[in-house]
């Protein structure tokens, strides 16, 4: 599997649509990840390791 192979996309707050080659999967993230932002993707042995980092203006601040 090549890297250009693999394609992530947010849908709305809630899904994130992976496509690896022809296969689509949409999964719904949990509460944390749907107030974070995707930031790559990278494959490891045989498992996708997803990438996410906190959007501060989704985080409450006390």
Not at 14 to 35: I, W
Not at 42 to 56: A, E, I, N
């Amino acid at each position: 599997m090549e890297r250009s192979e693999i394609t992530l996309a947010r849908v709305g707050a809630d899904e994130l649509m992976v496509s690896v080659g022809s296969q689509r999967r949409m999964l719904t993230l949990p509460s944390a990840l749907r107030r974070c932002d995707v930031t790559g993707a990278v494959l490891r042995d045989d498992r996708l390791v997803v990438s996410f980092v906190p959007d501060p203006d989704l985080w409450v601040r006390t």
